[in-house]
């Protein structure tokens, strides 16, 4: 009965909002055996640095958490298993001049819905060329860079952000544009965009966990509601990735103000039930709950020797 007064009224299915993903997460590292609920950055205001000058007389660049492939370290290919040994733990930067092959094996992008495959979904860098050259901005940064996503909010504060912003001013940066893939990413960004928007970098967030986002409070945030790992647009559609990055910057034009977040108007299906899937304990038996706890110890243990392997 209800259901036949939703489709009398046009109601939507109360799943086909944006997905929980703090709650969520909590509640899926709690069944796994984590006791100890993660923290989540959480701010009331943001920083503001309104534009300098024209989008078609600034710098853009890139800041993601994809990562340079590296044939050692295991399977990083499209709908590969999360790879912990693909981590990196530095800010790296890249010569956007340079065709690149950055992956995101090692972050917790939807594995079920998208495959990731096409690294336009995460890396705008080629469209952003293509409005360079169309003069829709001034000119592309001679770099662009990763940011390690990084659970520890200190170590993204006071030594990744500072990083990222001392290489932006060093490449005469006047925009950011910060591009996350997993719900961690999410945060990850939020953080090192406050950072540079403090310090007189204007930015704007291109993502999918709206929840994360504006829990931490970023100046300006574009939310697609498609799976994580394609905050840039959909897979193989140059007309969805084109339009994404169109609607970043227009919330950069066009933002009154810090923790101004605009919708896309696009939608990854017209089902929207993909939205149950993801670290949705309803919808994972015992033992798959079991295997996933052993998957991450593993993982866990694979990023910990790299991690000292670095600080050694």
């Not at 069944?31 to 503001?48: K, S, V």
């Not at 966990?209 to 931490?216: G, L, N, R, T």
């Not at 017209?270 to 015992?286: G, I, T």
Request: net charge neutral; aromatic share 8%; glycine share 6%.
């Amino acid at each position: 009965m209800e259901r036949d007064l939703d489709a009398l009224l046009g109601f939507a299915p109360d799943y086909d909002a944006p997905i929980p993903y703090m709650q969520r997460t909590r509640d899926y590292y709690r069944a796994i055996g984590y006791t100890t609920p993660y923290r989540w950055a959480h701010h009331i205001g943001a920083p503001f640095q309104p534009l300098k000058k024209p989008l078609a007389q600034s710098r853009v660049t890139i800041v993601t958490t994809a990562a340079p492939y590296r044939p050692d370290k295991g399977d990083q290919g499209p709908g590969a298993a999360y790879n912990g040994g693909a981590k990196f733990y530095q800010v790296y930067s890249g010569d956007t001049s340079q065709q690149h092959d950055l992956r995101i094996s090692h972050i917790g992008y939807d594995r079920v819905h998208t495959s990731a495959e096409d690294s336009g979904t995460w890396f705008p860098l080629p469209q952003l060329l293509r409005l360079r050259d169309a003069h829709r901005i001034g000119a592309v940064t001679q770099l662009f860079h990763g940011a390690p996503t990084n659970r520890s909010h200190r170590v993204t504060i006071e030594t990744d952000a500072p990083e990222i912003l001392r290489r932006c001013r060093e490449d005469d940066t006047d925009v950011a544009v910060l591009v996350p893939n997993c719900p961690v990413c999410h945060q990850t960004c939020s953080l090192v965009a406050r950072h540079l928007e403090a310090n007189g970098i204007a930015t704007v967030m291109m993502g999918c966990a709206k929840d994360i986002v504006e829990h931490a409070a970023v100046p300006r945030f574009l939310f697609s509601d498609f799976p994580l790992g394609n905050s840039a647009g959909k897979p193989h559609d140059a007309a969805s990735q084109a339009q994404t990055l169109e609607l970043a910057l227009r919330v950069l034009e066009s933002a009154p103000g810090p923790r101004t977040t605009m919708q896309s108007p696009l939608r990854w299906s017209e089902d929207a039930s993909w939205k149950l899937d993801f670290l949705n304990l309803d919808r994972m038996p015992p033992e798959e709950l079991a295997r996933r706890r052993r998957e991450f110890d593993e993982q866990k243990a694979a990023a910990r020797n790299i991690r000292e392997g670095v600080a050694a």
